[in-house]
């Protein structure tokens, strides 16, 4: 009997592997042609771009927006399983042989769980890199109609520096390597008195060792005439770390790397809390998947013949929503400083598991 119950496992386990991949496969071609979509429409703005270069951003960016969608995913794979289990009355004949509600949502539990811990150990540094890889090709490419880097432009936020020839604010468009590299980047320059010095514009500008090289530089200073150079250096006392840190993307880092860049950065005096809210919720997304496992059985389980069905499954699409954005908010909380980063992460995914065990148990135990 145990072997036949272990075969059943496997069997529903089997379903909902197929189930997730399926809407995974679906979501990813929908970001494929979204993506391409918004890439042709800047490339209209910019000029001419090589198309594989286009469809080369839109594949290593990919990974990473697979990531953000996989708990959506899990819980439409979950449901959409189980769902089809009820409808063939697989479920009902489980359930004839003994099986209780939490032996076949337990093989899909542990699915989501090896899921997460695959997403978490192996997806996410290849996620990383590849979007890095991206983030500096966007860069290249379209200058100014790239993500902007820290809200650049005139209208956008700047960044203040110090340097030996007094303070100064820098722009650009957008940054790759971690913030080492910017693309038309903008200097006010004053001297130690306060007083404007000059304006310095470049197409790129390279963080060097205590000072920004500016490459086909055009350099403004009041009562003269705008000069032109192919390079211009501007001092800062910037490092690495530091510039990483207000540049830096932590959607480009990996799991891996996040504790180093977390522990240097608060060495720096810094605030980690990005960062630390972005290790908390790798750490959490084993637990996170599980829980959209539960959230899927809490609306998909009742019998076609009883009827509502169809309500229970759209008051979980709408929950299940309400959930990741809910999630988001309390991660934006975090990044902000205003709450714990654990607490951040980790009070959604509490909630969201007492709200569907509560269901289920009500459901299944009376």
């Known amino acids: 009997m145990s072997g036949a119950f272990g075969t059943l496992s496997r069997y529903v386990g089997g379903r909902f592997v197929v189930a997730m991949m399926g809407t995974l496969a679906v979501c990813a071609s929908l970001i494929i042609m979204i993506d391409l979509v918004e890439l042709l429409r800047m490339t209209g703005r910019t000029g001419s771009i090589p198309v594989a ?15 953000v969608l996989l708990p959506f995913c899990v819980l439409v794979g979950s449901g959409v399983a189980l769902i089809q289990l009820n409808r063939r009355s697989e479920l009902a ?19 989501a769980i090896v899921l997460g811990v695959l997403a978490t150990a192996a ?4 996620a990383a890199v590849t979007r890095a890889e991206a983030d500096r090709l ?6 100014r109609e790239a993500t902007p880097a820290f809200g650049g432009g005139a209208s956008g936020a700047w960044l203040r520096q110090q340097s030996v020839d007094g303070s100064s604010v820098l722009s650009a468009s957008a940054a790759s390597r971690d913030g080492l ?8 320059q004053f001297d130690a008195e306060g007083r404007f010095i000059e304006r310095v514009e470049g197409v790129r500008a390279l963080l060097r060792d205590g000072y920004w090289q500016f490459e086909q530089a055009k350099v403004a200073r009041p009562g003269r005439e705008p000069e032109q150079f192919e390079t211009f250096t501007v001092s800062t006392y910037l490092t690495p770390d530091r510039i990483s ?8 880092l990996s799991f891996w790397q996040l504790p180093g860049i977390i522990n240097e950065t608060e060495r720096a005096g810094l605030s980690a809390a990005r960062f630390q809210v972005q290790y908390d919720r790798h750490l959490s997304r084993p637990m996170l998947l599980a829980v959209m496992v539960l959230l899927a059985a809490s609306v998909s389980l ?5 009827g509502g069905l169809q309500t229970m499954v759209g008051m979980g699409a709408i929950g299940g929503l309400g959930f990741l954005l809910f999630s988001e908010v309390s991660r934006q909380v975090g990044v902000a400083g205003l709450t714990p980063s654990m607490m951040a992460v980790w009070v959604p995914v509490l909630v969201a598991l007492c709200g569907s065990l509560t269901v289920l148990l009500h459901q299944e135990d009376g």
Do not use: C
């Open 123 to 126: 997806f996410n540094p290849l």
């Open 93 to 111: 004949v489980m359930r004839a042989a003994g099986m209780s509600a939490w032996q076949f949502i337990g093989p899909g539990i542990l699915v």
């Open 302 to 306: 009742r019998s076609f013949r009883s």
């Open 245 to 252: 840190d207000a540049l830096g993307s932590a959607i480009s």
């Open 181 to 188: 590299t910017i693309y038309n980047p903008t200097v006010l």
């Open 53 to 67: 270069s286009v469809a080369l951003i839109v594949v290593l960016r990919l990974a990473s927006y697979i990531e």
């Open 138 to 143: 966007l860069a290249e490419l379209y200058g």
